[in-house]
């Protein structure tokens, strides 16, 4: 019987369940809540229960999450770090790879003030993002108070793990 993917996570064992989830959110609190809110009687439903869940969570739950995720434009520190996310990643910012190197050694520079700035990475949901796009927008978060940046970063995440699911589903 071929069971679709919704059905397999409904019945998948739960660490079998969370090493799936977890590929598309490290947030432990976010994984645990996910596989307890099994079974899900729709993609929609997956994604919604995803969301609520994301809202509900604090800031400690939002830069665990953030540190499955490498720099932008060094998918190597992600490998090193989280293999389960490393593929989907490097996918996601598959507008790096054609950058050039002055367009590289700037996001560098600023994906290391920004660090300083604000004590987490820049998240961004890089999908469909050119280099230059996710250049100027780094450039122009980095002058966000932390609050704010922490929100719009959270923000970035939930779109990212709606779209990491939809890959799962």
């Not at 002055?102 to 300083?116: H, R, S």
């Not at 999908?127 to 978060?141: D, V, Y």
């Not at 995440?157 to 990491?164: D, F």
Request: hydrophobic share 40%; net charge negative.
């Amino acid at each position: 019987m071929n069971l679709t993917q919704l059905t397999q996570l409904n019945e998948q064992s739960k660490s079998d369940a969370y090493q799936a989830l977890e590929s598309c959110c490290v947030a432990p609190r976010w994984v645990e809540a996910m596989v307890a809110a099994r079974p899900f009687s729709s993609h929609e439903e997956v994604y919604q229960t995803a969301q609520k869940i994301w809202d509900e969570l604090n800031e400690d739950d939002y830069l665990a999450a953030f540190e499955g995720h490498p720099q932008i434009g060094d998918v190597s520190t992600l490998r090193a770090k989280f293999a389960s996310t490393a593929e989907k990643a490097g996918h996601e910012q598959s507008g790096m790879s054609a950058a050039d190197e002055n367009v590289l050694q700037d996001m560098m520079t600023t994906n290391k003030a920004y660090l300083e700035n604000f004590g987490f990475i820049f998240i961004v949901c890089a999908t469909g993002k050119s280099a230059e796009q996710m250049l100027a927008l780094i450039k122009e978060r980095i002058n966000n108070d932390r609050d704010t940046e922490l929100a719009i970063a959270a923000g970035e995440q939930a779109k990212i793990t709606k779209i990491r699911l939809e890959k799962l589903l």
